[in-house]
């Protein structure tokens, strides 16, 4: 599989324009790989005001399209691009 390792910086600034599949290295040290945005408009509005931006300073808030739920991955995790 293809992926590109980026910064977090940087995907975090992909998710609020688009959907992009990614990957991050869990605290357990898995990896996992979603499908996500922080795009308000692709998110259902329903959920929208779940939505909350950042939920710690070390986290990374985003809607899973798979899951169809918001998870997060630490600011400090390895990240890339699939």
């Known amino acids: 599989m293809y992926y590109s390792q980026t910064t977090v910086s940087n995907l975090i600034n992909l998710l609020d324009e688009n959907v992009a599949r990614f990957q ?3 605290m357990d040290g898995s990896i996992r790989t979603a499908l ?5 408009l692709l998110i ?3 959920e929208c005001i779940n939505m909350i931006d950042d939920i710690s300073p070390k986290s990374v808030v985003f809607w899973d399209l798979e899951e169809k739920a918001f998870r ?4 400090n995790a390895e990240v890339s691009v699939v």
């Open 24 to 26: 991050f290295k869990k």
């Open 36 to 40: 996500g945005t922080r795009n308000e």
């Open 44 to 46: 259902p509005k329903e």
């Open 72 to 75: 997060s991955f630490s600011k």
